[in-house]
């Protein structure tokens, strides 16, 4: 599967926790992306300490390093309120005449890291991508903290694409608070032409 011609992917995020992470990790859009992040963290905190501010540097740096060549879109979920992040990725790729559609899904709900447990697999119906199948793992290994890891991953094929969103990995209980938020993000996406 290859990169699609011109298009545009369309959803709607819930801007009190989630924000579109500019695909340039530096320029004029990161700026811009960073101030927006740290006002919004500022405002719900009357403020950040110089340790916060600290920390959201940290984050940032991590969120930038985990922005994919292949993303059509990446999505931070960062609740003010809460000290949780999690990025989601959104990819398309064109789906070649020849290709094994159904294979090409189930690779790209299986995650490229080993596993703690078989993958749990699901139908699911988005409005504007139709039926595809939605997977949640666990990984075999902790992150650098020694916590355990997990994602949630999407995959539907529609007018000649693959549509995959998937979460980077990522802790059980961020997981659980992003997982409804995302299913909703999921029903609002679109792919459209370019000049649409």
Sequence with gaps: MSAPASMDVDLQIPDASWSVVPPEATGEQWDAFTSELAAGYAAVRGGLTDDQRMALRVMLDEVRAQVAPDDAITLLFRPYLLPVTAVVHVRVAAIADGDDVEAGLRLALTPDLPLALPPVYEDVVAAGLGAGRRSTFVA?????????????????????????VLTSPTRPTVLGLLEEQLEQIVQTLRILPADA
């Design 140 to 164: 075999a290994a902790p992150d650098a903290a020694g916590h355990p890891v997990g994602g949630i991953s999407y995959a539907f094929a529609t007018d000649g694409l693959a549509v995959h």
